[in-house]
Nanobody, 129 residues
Framework: VQLQAFGGGLVQAGGSLRLSCAASGLFFASNIMGWFRQAPGKEREFVAAIGGSGKVTYYADSVKGRFIISRDNARSTAYLQANSLEPEDTADYYC???????????????????????WGQGTLVTVSS
């Protein structure tokens, strides 16, 4: 399994970036996809998750209303549209995949990094003030 995250960069406060996560080696639609981030000197934190069909999403309070998670199962790619970026959003952003092991699940459980089976490398987002 390979997850490749890209799309990070330097942006001014108030700007936007679109992060992508290209997956291979897995049945993409059977995976919950999540985005996490880790700022320098801080622990990795949950950002957003999306169900296998793309119909259900869940966000951390810190990004709700500003970030949008989506997926294209035909392209085996997940996205994170980050809008109204703030300096506090500066971090390495990671995508992760979790096998759906039950028909019944709650995306709130997928705030925990331990729920995920595979991780991509980080893509750095730097927001200048």
């Amino acid at each position: 399994v390979q997850l490749q995250a890209f799309g990070g960069g330097l942006v001014q406060a108030g700007g936007s970036l679109r992060l992508s996560c290209a997956a291979s080696g897995l049945f993409f639609a059977s995976n919950i996809m999540g985005w996490f981030r880790q700022a320098p000197g801080k622990e990795r934190e949950f950002v957003a998750a999306i169900g296998g069909s793309g119909k259900v999403t869940y966000y951390a309070d810190s990004v709700k209303g500003r970030f949008i998670i989506s997926r294209d199962n035909a392209r085996s790619t997940a996205y994170l549209q980050a809008n109204s970026l703030e300096p506090e959003d500066t971090a390495d952003y990671y995508c992760a995949a979790a096998r759906v092991r039950s028909v019944y699940y709650s995306l709130t459980d997928y705030r925990e990094s331990g729920r995920y089976d595979d991780w991509g490398q980080g893509t750095l987002v730097t927001v200048s003030s």
